[in-house]
Every structure is written in C-alpha cells, then in structure tokens.
T-cell receptor
Framework: NAGVTQTPKFQVLKTGQSMTLQCAQD?????MYWYRQDPGMGLRLIYY???????DKGEVPNGYNVSRLNKREFSLRLESAAPSQTSVYFC???????????FGQGTRLTVV | AQSVTQLDSHVSVSEGTPVLLRCNYS??????LFWYVQHPNKGLQLLLK??????LVKGINGFEAEFKKSETSFHLTKPSAHMSDAAEYFC????????????FGSGTRLQVQP
C-alpha cells in the first residue's frame, strides 16, 4: 500500500530552470493538494484539485502551475525557478472533506 | 477565514513528564481541527481530529486534545513524554484559501530530554 508517492525526493536547480514535481496516490482519493513548507511558517497551500479536471489556487500560487492528469496524479511545475522557491514540497490527498489527508514524504528543492 | 495560532514555537520537557502544546483557532463556523506530527525528514502523520463529535479527542501514541469553544482552543496533551515524541507538531484547521484545504499553524517543536 504505497499511499502518496512523490518524485523526486531531492532536487537542485539553477535559477531560471524548469522542472515538474510528480505526485501519485493509489487510494482513489478525489482531492489532491500541493503545499510548501518553510521554517517557522508551517505548510502553505500552493494549489489544490477538488476532483479530476479541476484545479484552484491556494495561498501562494505565484510561480507555479499544476496539472491534474487523472484521478491518481497531480503534478506541480516550476516554469522558471527562483531562489525563493527553495523549500520542501508536500503533496497530499483525501477522499472527501472531513476525512484524513494523507501526505507524501516530501521533495526537498534547492534553487541556486 | 479560518486560522490557527500555535502559541509556542519550541517546547522542552523531560522524559516521563506531561506534554502540553497549545493551539488557538479562529473560525467563522464550527471547525474541523487536527493535529499532525512530523518526525525529522519525514512526511506528516495524523495524530487526531475533531469534527464536532466528542470534545475530548483521543489520538495515537497516547495523545489527546480537548476542543473548548468558549476559549477557541484545541490544546494537545500527553500524560507522559517519551523520547520518540520528539518531533514537530502542527495544529491544523480545515478551511482558509480554498474551502476544502487545510490551514496549518506555524508548528511547535517538541524536545524531550532524557
């Protein structure tokens, strides 16, 4: 039972490079989320997808795009990475409101 | 809008002594509240959740939290700390930017001294 799987686990980018963070869940969950975690700030929502085919902005969406490829997969793209995007990124999924959200192990991204 | 405030960024206790991690919430309606734990370099794990049933909520690993509407608080407690409890703890409320999303507090780092 894999749960929520994120790839890669670690990544170093140069300023201006692009990359896509991948997330997949095998629990048949409807909702999926991308958060970033920075020291002293908890986790902040970047984008979320309430169901397949829909995406919405969260608290800190600037500089990111997302794709809900199908029910299982929700990817996060950085088109032109900036040092301010150095962070740990977490993907999460849940079946519906009020139930437990399951988190991936995180992707540690450094932009130099 | 929903928000949570964790009143302590760091808490240090001795092994075997009680743990108290404080959280106040702000919500325009009856909230769903959660505590998550994050061990170093790990993902997040749900400790417990409150969804308007019993006000005293029991979670995993001996943790519990009490929802107090009059005080807008949802403090996390454990009678006796264990070394393995050392981690970062997040108080979380459902709602905020994106009705369905979770809004996190800034976290409390718990240290357990031998």
């Amino acid at each position: 039972n894999a749960g929520v799987t994120q790839t890669p686990k670690f990544q170093v980018l140069k300023t201006g490079q692009s990359m896509t963070l991948q997330c997949a869940q095998d629990m048949n969950h409807n909702s999926m989320y991308w958060y970033r975690q920075d020291p002293g700030m908890g986790l902040r929502l970047i984008y979320y997808s309430a169901s397949e085919g829909t995406t919405d902005k969260g608290e800190v969406p600037n500089g990111y795009n997302v794709s809900r490829l199908n029910k299982r997969e929700f990817s996060l793209r950085l088109e032109s990475a900036a040092p301010s995007q150095t962070s740990v990124y977490f993907c999460a999924s849940e079946l519906r409101d009020g139930l437990e959200a399951f988190f991936g192990q995180g992707t540690r991204l450094t932009v130099v | 809008a929903q928000s949570v405030t964790q009143l302590d960024s760091h808490v240090s206790v001795s092994e075997g002594t009680p743990v108290l991690l404080r959280c106040n919430y702000s919500s325009s309606y009856s909230p769903s509240l959660f505590w998550y734990v994050q061990h170093p370099n790990k993902g997040l794990q749900l400790l417990l959740k409150y969804t308007s049933a019993a006000t005293l909520v029991k979670g995993i690993n001996g943790f519990e939290a009490e929802f107090k509407k009059s005080e807008t608080s949802f403090h996390l407690t454990k009678p006796s700390a264990h070394m393995s409890d050392a981690a970062e703890y997040f108080c979380v409320v459902r709602g905020g930017t994106g009705r369905r999303a979770l809004t996190f507090g800034s976290g409390t780092r718990l240290q357990v001294q031998p």
